[in-house]
């Protein structure tokens, strides 16, 4: 899938797909030639899912798999966490994402032939994941070894306005001479992970932290199996969670001969067999419809009535409308989230793909969070992050904000559980957990995860965008207020003041780790710092607008809460007083208090073989060098960007992004629209690239675990803030623009409070256009535009800002003296040293050696 150097590789507009294989279509994904060399990535590539429901693209022939996948949102199974050594407050139940009853298995058989992928000698083969209308398709001629050439095709939905419900098509054609098939649809139990003839999938290498835990004991204990008329539902409880599960198909035949059915049911595994015997032309279709119901409380035989009633409406309205429902979604979808580059088809495409998989991942939650991996597999356990908050919830803000607010308010059902956590870890308010499913802390690893504070700020921060821009003030003055207020008390009670001699009283934050997990458990973490800042700051501004618009509200929120107004008030006087730390010898501001006292990982002599560096070094080697995993302050400087100069941002860019490896597949969309906003254009380029091509070039080696869904939001964040220069510090929208050289045009599309307005960045313009509601006012460089229905504005731009070529120098820093009389000086930990000096250029081994 990968190709490090591809035929014409240009550093500018690079392309890290095989276009013989996968094609240049902007509205489609499409593969010509099955390899199963790179099945993992393939399958979560053609992956289809609506938010609730996910099919991993897995082949419906066959045994040809890396990993078999069919995921429910927030379906899981829990396990006790085994602490080598037991402390208080560490978490003590695991939460994974359920592997759960599989339908795509649609078999072909043709003369007792199995149809095999993997060995069947393919005259033609086409995969098409088409983004346009939600649909996977895929067509290939078989010639059998008998010499029939037979024609399959098939196509796969998860439909997005029917949450519970997929619909799966198999077509056989025999074009040479008459022969007996047989088609075997299957609804399959895998246990931890087993194929049709339960083998065991093999697992190579190091245990890997972005992969799920593998669960070994049975998950899902069988409550229901019944088969009547052609339809089937298996029911189960998974052993420990207690969570509940129903999944029921149903098949109709088209087929113009005789044929008949055979079928065998047991509580793991369901099986129709059609057979008949097929002439040349003779087309047989197998139509396949499945429901899944779930539920926390509902027993097994309630959600069965409920697949029922999920089949038998696609039964009255029938299959077709299903898909003309589908294309009609996703049209509404285009029209209101597609980004357009103009003369970049291949660009085209991978942006399409990278918004599609928000959809996939978010669309039908309906009350559940985004997990990292959307429903394509099972990487990190199937959990919640920061991630979201902060990545995917801006795209649905400003494009289906009914989205965002139905992955916001699972955030709200979360609140007793974080009261619970804050308690556990000596806090008074809410605590979020750092990776979660049902609510409850689920990192093992206390320093790179509890520890992790600044998720409450990052919860707060999405629930102030959204009702922005939305105007959502219901969901304020019920849901989002509650959130605010306790995780400000937990900031006030965390935080401490304290005197500095000619500085006067400021408030510090201590022991926490920042977005960066190589460098943990510090004091004033600038990220930390500022968005707790931001925290307390916009809960007190909430109080306040309940108190002046909505007395009533206020005054039931003030006594279900407990608060007073002298808690509010000591919010501010926090606020105002936060620390935020700068180095006067450096010039930026440091991303800890005792950041720039250590040494400097020399990244440009670190082996590649050595990357990512969580895979190769213990945590304690990696915390003792400046070494970013992922952006940190730099994510401040986005984030919060009205607090920090133009000077300010660029000095600190110029500084840390020679420091970040880009282990994080969060941190290039984030350095790429810093490296736009402060004049580094082709570093913001390049990082876009390498954010736009994570999974469909496999760039970090592991898309085979599902889709980097924060980097599909990333994408958009990309394009949008960074390139569309777009900001929304205030309730005025605001764009400087950063086009890229290359770019003839950049489109995309804005919804604030039920307006709906296109932006067209060119290089010497900016244009806006009305596409639904009343109007808005922007802001383009500092000057205000009313934008009513009635026209076009076309804004003209004096360039696209400053243009500074290459990158940062990694040595600009390399040798200034610090506080204490030392010198920054680049430097490895001795076993890279031991290991690669006789490699090195003799300069650097000299370099090496005197650090």
């Known amino acids: 899938m990968k190709a490090a150097q591809p035929r014409g590789f240009d550093e ?7 276009r013989l294989r996968f094609p240049v279509d902007p509205w489609r994904l499409v593969e010509t030639e099955f390899s199963k060399d790179d099945l993992g990535v393939t ?19 066959g045994h040809d798999a890396h990993a078999h996948g069919t995921f429910i949102n927030g379906f899981h199974e829990t396990w006790d966490i085994r602490h080598a050594e037991e402390a208080y407050g560490f978490a003590r139940t695991g939460q994974t994402i359920a592997n759960v009853p599989d339908s795509k298995i649609i078999r072909l058989y043709v003369n007792d032939e199995p149809l095999l992928l993997s060995t069947a000698d393919l005259i033609e083969y086409e995969r098409v ?8 398709t895929r067509e290939l001629l078989w010639r059998t070894p008998s010499g029939n050439r037979v024609r399959v095709r098939s196509q796969r939905m998860v439909s997005f306005s029917q949450r519970h419900l997929a619909v799966m098509t198999y077509e056989v054609e025999l074009l040479d001479k008459a022969a007996p098939i047989a ?3 299957q609804l399959l139990n895998r246990q931890a992970g087993l194929d049709e003839y339960r083998a065991t999938p093999v697992r190579e290498g190091m245990a890997d932290p972005r992969k799920a835990n593998n669960l070994e004991d049975r998950v899902l204990e069988p409550r229901i199996q019944h088969a009547d008329d052609g339809r089937v539902v298996l029911g189960y409880k998974a052993a420990n969670s207690g969570m509940t599960l129903a999944a029921a198909m149903e098949h109709t035949i088209d087929f113009d001969g005789e044929y008949d059915r055979v079928d065998e049911v047991d509580p793991d595994y369901a099986k129709h067999v059609f057979r008949a015997r097929a002439e040349p032309g003779q087309v047989f279709t197998l139509t396949k419809v499945v429901s899944y119901h779930t539920s926390r409380l509902v027993p097994p035989r309630e959600l069965a009535d409920r697949c029922h009633r999920t089949l038998d409406r696609v039964r009255q309205e029938g299959v077709e409308k299903q898909f003309e429902q589908q294309r009609e979604w996703m049209k509404d979808f285009w029209n209101r989230s597609d980004v357009e580059i103009e003369g970049h088809d291949d660009t085209q495409q991978a942006v399409r793909w990278n918004l599609f998989q928000l959809a996939q991942a978010a669309a039908r939650g309906d009350g559940f969070g985004v997990p990292a991996k959307g429903l394509t597999g099972s990487g990190y356990g199937g959990h919640y992050f920061w991630d979201s908050e902060v990545y995917v919830m801006p795209f649905f803000t400003y494009t289906s904000p009914i989205i965002a607010r139905n992955a916001l308010r699972y955030r709200y059902q979360m609140l007793p559980a974080a009261r619970r956590r804050a308690g556990e870890l000596a806090q008074h308010g809410a605590l979020y957990p750092w990776r979660t499913i049902n609510g409850e802390e689920a990192s093992a690893y206390y320093a ?14 999405a629930i102030d965008k959204y009702v922005r821009a939305t105007g959502d003030d219901e969901f304020l003055a019920r849901n989002g207020i509650d959130i605010l207020v306790e995780t400000a008390r937990m900031w006030a009670d965390l935080g401490f003041w304290r005197k500095v001699e000619g500085k006067g009283e400021s408030f510090r934050i201590h022991g926490v780790t920042g977005p960066d997990e190589y460098t943990t458990v510090v004091n004033d973490n600038l990220y930390t710092n500022v968005m707790a800042r931001f925290n307390l700051r916009c809960a007190a501004s909430a109080v306040h607008k309940l108190r002046d618009r909505w007395p009533e509200q206020h005054d039931k929120m003030m006594a279900r809460l407990n608060l007073t107004s002298d808690e509010v008030d000591e919010w501010t006087r926090a606020a105002d007083g936060m620390a935020v730390l700068w180095d006067d010898l450096l010039g930026i501001h440091p991303q800890d208090a005792l950041f720039n006292e250590r040494e400097v990982w020399d990244l440009a002599n670190t082996p590649p073989e050595q990357r990512p560096l969580l895979l190769h070094f213990h945590p304690l080697v990696i915390y003792r060098f400046q070494v970013l995993k992922q952006a940190d302050v730099v994510l401040a400087l986005f984030l919060q960007g009205e607090h920090f100069t133009p000077e300010e941002k660029r000095k600190d860019f110029e500084y840390y992004d020679p420091i970040t490896t880009g282990d994080s597949t969060l941190s290039g969309v984030v350095q790429s629209i810093i490296a736009a906003e402060v004049g580094y254009h082709e570093l913001a380029l390049k990082y876009f ?9 496999d760039l970090h080696a592991n898309a085979s675990d599902g889709v980097h869904t924060a980097s599909t939001g990333g994408v958009w964040s990309s394009l949008v803030y960074g390139f569309g220069g777009f900001r ?3 309730d005025v929208l605001r764009f400087d623009p950063r086009l890229p050289e290359d770019w003839q045009s950049l489109t995309f599309r804005l919804t604030q409070r039920g307006t709906r307005v296109k932006v067209t960045v060119r290089e010497a313009s900016i244009s806006f256009t009305i596409e639904e509601g009343p109007g808005l006012t922007v802001d383009v460089r500092g000057e205000r535009h009313s934008l009513t229905q009635l026209s076009e504005l076309e804004v003209p731009l004096d360039g696209q800002g400053e243009r500074i070529p290459g990158e940062p ?3 600009a820093f390399h040798g200034t003296v610090r506080a204490d009389g030392t010198v920054i000086t680049p430097s490895l930990p001795s076993s890279v040293t031991e290991t690669t000096e006789m490699e090195l250029p003799e300069e650097n081994q000299l370099r090496t050696e005197g650090s």
């Open 129 to 136: 994941l088409d983004m346009r209308e939600g649909i996977l």
């Open 689 to 697: 690239w390498d954010s736009l091509y994570v999974d469909l070039g």
């Open 43 to 61: 399958e979560t590539l053609f992956a289809v899912a609506n938010g609730y429901l996910g099919l991993r693209g897995n082949v419906e022939d």
């Open 728 to 730: 929304d510090y205030g």
């Open 183 to 185: 088609v075997s649809s």
């Open 12 to 18: 500018l507009h690079p392309d890290y797909m095989d």
């Open 448 to 461: 790179a995860g509890t520890a992790q504070y600044h998720i409450d700020a990052d919860i707060s921060y």
């Open 809 to 811: 120098d990694a040595a």
